[in-house]
T-cell receptor
């Protein structure tokens, strides 16, 4: 069974601080997506990484895919209250196939 | 990004009745759509893969006779919760992948189902 483990499960920080969320698996994935979800809404795609060792930046967010394509991290620099939400990683084995989701990391950024 | 819509956004029904939820890809065709349910403060749990023109593939433990899925066109999949019970109350979310070997999945806004 494929399994994606996210850590930590919950993170509470002050505005301006940095944070990192980890997504780990014993399985190799062809792609890794990161989503952010707010209460009562569907997840919104932030990024897709497909190449081992790949690093992508989206403003203050930096995403990294492990060399072996088994793990990924999301780093937020100078977090803002608007970054509050549920962050989900999801791995895919092939294009168009179902995704395996991690358990999610709930991030709270206090002003 | 691609847009996926769901209807209704919320529904309240009585125990024993059936409820249909629609998922539409608005600006692309999707041969495959996915249905998830999510409990409060938890991650998404995949229920089934909806395949256009063929039967849906259900995940282990999901009752196919209770959660009927129909994918009649390249832009529409429906999930019908039959004989709903209070334990079926949940947040149901669909997703779809654009064609041409895309890894991305785009999610609908979700449907909140409450069974009384």
């Amino acid at each position: 069974t494929q399994l994606l483990e996210q850590s930590p499960q919950f993170l509470s920080i002050q505005e301006g601080e940095n944070l990192t969320v980890y997504c780990n698996s014993s399985s190799v994935f062809s792609s890794l997506q990161w989503y952010r979800q707010e209460p009562g809404e569907g997840p919104v795609l932030l990024v897709t990484v497909v190449t081992g060792g790949e690093v992508k930046k989206l403003k203050r967010l930096t995403f990294q895919f492990g060399d072996a394509r088994k793990d990924s991290s999301l780093h937020i620099t100078a977090a803002q209250p608007g970054d509050t939400g549920l962050y989900l990683c999801a791995g895919g084995k092939a294009a168009g196939n179902k995704l395996t989701f991690g358990g999610g990391t709930r991030v709270l950024v206090k002003p | 990004g691609a847009v996926v819509s769901q209807h209704p956004s919320w529904v309240i029904c009585k125990s024993g009745t059936s409820v249909k939820i629609e998922c539409r890809s608005l600006d692309f065709q999707a041969t495959t759509m996915f249905w998830y349910r999510q409990f409060p403060k938890q991650s998404l749990m995949l229920m089934a893969t909806s395949n256009e023109g063929s039967k849906a593939t259900y995940e282990q433990g999901v009752e196919k006779d209770k959660f009927l899925i129909n994918h009649a066109s390249l832009t529409l999949s429906t999930l019908t919760v039959t004989s709903a019970h209070p334990e079926d109350s949940s947040f149901y979310i669909c997703s779809a992948s654009p064609p041409f070997e895309s890894y991305e999945q785009y999610f609908g806004p979700g449907t909140r189902l409450t069974v009384t």
